[in-house]
């Protein structure tokens, strides 16, 4: 079993910065893969970026250039650095791990961006 806890959400004024973070409990990952999606009510979730076992990574257009997801050197917390948040960046951010043939996923954390 893998489980995800996501933290670092809020409130936040468009502008701004958040660090979002996805911890692992009960075991290590090391260096599996790891994503970010977003979704918001009435809409599909969206993927927003990932980072390969080779630490390669990848983003959404519509992020690109003011997000960076990284994670740990033991694999235990993976993060999404936030910056110049707009207001469509309002959305509930779920992380993913790749553990044994299957994504797992948190629970969300819920962002909020005011204008």
């Known amino acids: 079993q893998v489980q995800l806890v996501e933290s670092g959400g809020g409130l936040v004024q468009a502008g701004g910065s958040l660090r979002l973070s996805c911890a692992t409990s009960g075991r290590s990952l090391g260096v599996t893969p790891m994503k970010w999606y977003r979704q918001t009510p009435g809409k599909e979730r969206e993927w927003v970026a990932g980072?390969?076992?080779?630490?390669?990574?990848q983003y959404a257009d519509f992020v690109k250039g003011r997000f960076t997801i990284s994670r740990d050197k033991a694999g235990n917390t993976g993060y999404l650095q936030m910056t110049g948040l707009e207001t469509d960046d309002t959305a509930v951010y779920y992380c993913?791990?790749?553990?044994?043939?299957?994504?797992?996923w948190g629970q969300g954390t819920q962002v909020t961006v005011s204008s």
């Open positions: 993913a791990r790749f553990w044994y043939g299957r994504w797992w």
């Open positions: 980072l390969s076992s080779g630490h390669d990574t």
